[in-house]
Structure formats: structure tokens, C-alpha cells
């Protein structure tokens, strides 16, 4: 059964840092393009980047509004990904999601973690 | 950015309704779309494109316009819905459908 679980939400001051770390288990991690979705309290969903594989040298994409704060990384060997995130602002308040990309040729996310709260407040 | 636009925002309905949510993409998005349901509190789950989705979930559409279609609405299904579309970055949502109790 394919889980992701993610942690490393807090509260944390405008301005601060705080780093999400996502476990992956019962499918091959390496193989999967792995993405953050973020969702502010009562709000819809919004995408906030991807990190691909390593054949495809584990490059990244960022939403706009996180790019250049925000850095998507993995480790293969620990089935783990993680969201680095300076320079927060009261805006990035939400829940925040480990998704799977799905392999099957349609980018769709098929699998997701339980979510992981960050407050960004003074 | 590809907008995704969703309607209605909110829908009331019964057990037994059929019914249909609409999703527009401001350009063409192929048939790059996604559809998700989520609960209260819970993570969202893909439905249509995935094994296992009950056969009264349907979609459609290619290009700007898609629907989603429930044959028979049934208790469970009372939820919020949002569209994707991954065709091109970023990855976008649309805003959302919430079907209520009617």
C-alpha cells in the first residue's frame, strides 16, 4: 500500500524557516516524480512545485509565488522528500501536501500524504 | 498561467441526483485534467483516472471545457470537488464544487 507521511509542520514568526520532510513507503520512491500541494485554511488547492527523478537528473518547477523561497529536495536512499521554506509569509499558511505524480503518462497526483500544518504568525 | 475555472461553486442536491460540475481552462489543456474529491479534514483523492473509483463517477470533455458527472449521487459523495489541469506549468486547480445536501 503506497503511504505518504508527511511532518515538520509548526508554528513559525514571519520571516522564518521551517523545513517538511515527506516518508514514502510501499512503492519504488526513485522511480516517481514526487510534488508539494498546499491548501491556506478554508481555501482551494494550490500546486507549489515538483521535483522529477533522477533520469531526469532531479530537476525542479515552482509555483510563482513560492519560487526563489522556496527549495524541493529529495533522498532516494531514505524514500524522503522534503520542502525547504524561507522567507515565509503570513500567505504561506496552510496545509501542506506530499503527492506521487502518477507514472501512468497522465501527470495527475495519485496518491497523497494526510497533510502537515504550517503557521506563518507573529 | 492556464486559469481553471469551476462552476457551480456550490451545488445542492439529493441522494439519487444526477449531476454534473463544469470545469473551463483559459486555453486549451487537451485532455490534461484531473478530477479530485475531498472530505472535511481529509487529503484529496483522484477520482476517473485511477482503479477503483465507483463506475457512477464520470468525465468528459477535451480542449477548454470538461465535465464531471455523477449518475446517481450517493451519501458518500457529499464533498467538495476540484479540477487540475497538467498540461502545461504551472500545474493549476480550479476553485472548487461543493456538493451539499440539499
Known amino acids: 500500500e503506497v503511504q505518504l507521511v508527511e511532518s515538520g509542520g509548526d508554528l513559525v514568526q514571519p520571516g522564518g524557516s521551517l523545513r517538511l520532510s515527506c516518508a514514502a513507503s510501499g512503492f519504488t520512491f526513485s522511480n516517481y516524480y514526487m510534488d508539494w500541494v498546499r491548501q491556506a485554511p478554508g481555501k482551494g488547492l494550490e500546486w507549489v512545485g515538483r521535483?522529477?527523478?533522477?533520469?531526469?537528473?532531479?530537476?525542479?518547477e515552482y509555483a510563482a509565488s513560492v519560487k526563489g523561497r522556496f527549495t524541493i529536495s529529495r533522498d532516494d536512499s531514505k524514500n524522503s522528500l522534503y520542502l525547504q521554506m524561507n522567507s515565509l509569509k503570513t500567505e504561506d499558511t496552510a496545509v501542506y501536501y506530499c503527492?506521487?505524480?502518477?507514472?501512468?503518462?497522465?501527470?495527475?497526483?495519485?496518491?497523497w500524504g494526510p497533510g502537515t500544518l504550517v503557521t506563518v504568525s507573529s | 498561467d492556464i486559469q481553471m475555472t469551476q462552476s457551480p461553486s456550490t451545488l445542492s442536491a439529493s441522494v439519487g441526483d444526477r449531476v454534473t460540475i463544469t470545469c473551463r481552462a483559459s486555453?486549451?489543456?487537451?485532455?490534461?485534467l484531473a478530477w479530485y474529491q475531498q472530505k472535511p479534514g481529509k487529503a484529496p483523492k483522484v477520482l476517473i483516472l485511477?482503479?477503483?473509483?465507483?463506475s457512477r463517477f464520470s468525465g468528459s470533455g477535451s480542449g477548454t471545457e470538461f465535465t464531471l458527472t455523477i449518475s446517481s449521487l450517493q451519501p458518500d459523495d457529499f464533498a467538495t470537488y476540484y479540477c487540475?489541469?497538467?498540461?502545461?506549468?504551472?500545474?493549476?486547480f480550479g476553485g472548487g464544487t461543493k456538493v451539499e445536501i440539499k
Open positions: 486555453q486549451s489543456i487537451s485532455s490534461s
Open positions: 485511477e482503479s477503483g473509483v465507483p
Open positions: 487540475q489541469q497538467y498540461e502545461t506549468y504551472p500545474v493549476t
Open positions: 503527492t506521487r505524480v502518477s507514472d501512468s503518462g497522465k501527470f495527475h497526483f495519485d496518491s
Open positions: 521535483i522529477r527523478k533522477r533520469a531526469n537528473s532531479y530537476t525542479t
